[in-house]
């Protein structure tokens, strides 16, 4: 009984750092809105350099280049190997545009949570006011906060009975002596 009610008290502990770790890693619009920005700077360059690979795949997969590339291979079958030739570069020009899609659609979401963000900022800007105005706004609750509230109440509870239960265990012990 000792052990869970240990157990109970670790879980308890935990979730409350958890909760203030949680509670002080927020950012500031602004300072999301300068991360966002620089992830997009960043994904602009692994656009580039997938469009270029992509690019080289195509040069690549031309007759020519493909019998240029295979020149100084003897075989028996030249057609063969030009043509395994061709299904390995069409492997990995398809991977390198799936990667390029990829590199679009995580652009497209980067867009969409900057614009997010830069409303936010706005709205923390235009908030006006000194610093202690903003700090007597209640916040919003989000379904998160409601949930991590709801699991600390239910451990309260769990330990409220364990306790309840190892006295009422040791009240009888004491009765029976």
């Known amino acids: 009984m000792k052990s869970a009610m240990i157990i ?7 979730s409350c750092f958890s909760l203030t770790a949680y509670s002080q890693s927020k950012q500031s619009a602004a300072e999301t809105v300068q991360d966002l920005k620089l992830q997009l700077i960043e994904l602009d360059a692994k656009q580039e350099a997938a469009k270029l690979q992509v690019q080289q795949f195509e040069d690549a997969l ?3 280049n493909i019998e240029r590339s295979l020149a100084g291979v003897g075989s028996t079958k030249p057609e063969e190997l030009r043509e395994q030739r061709r299904r390995q570069l069409l492997i990995e020009k398809k991977a390198a545009d799936a990667q390029l899609e990829q590199l679009g659609l995580k652009r497209l979401q980067l867009e969409t949570a900057l614009a997010a963000a830069e409303v936010q900022a706005y709205q923390e800007s235009a908030g006006g006011g000194s610093g202690f105005e903003n700090q007597l706004r209640v916040p919003s609750i989000t379904p998160r906060w409601l949930l991590a509230f709801g699991l600390l109440g239910i451990l309260i509870v769990a330990v409220v009975i364990c306790i309840s239960v190892l006295l009422r265990m040791q009240a009888i012990e004491r009765a029976l002596r």
């Open 8 to 14: 109970l008290l670790m879980i308890l502990a935990t």
């Open 62 to 64: 031309k007759p020519e």
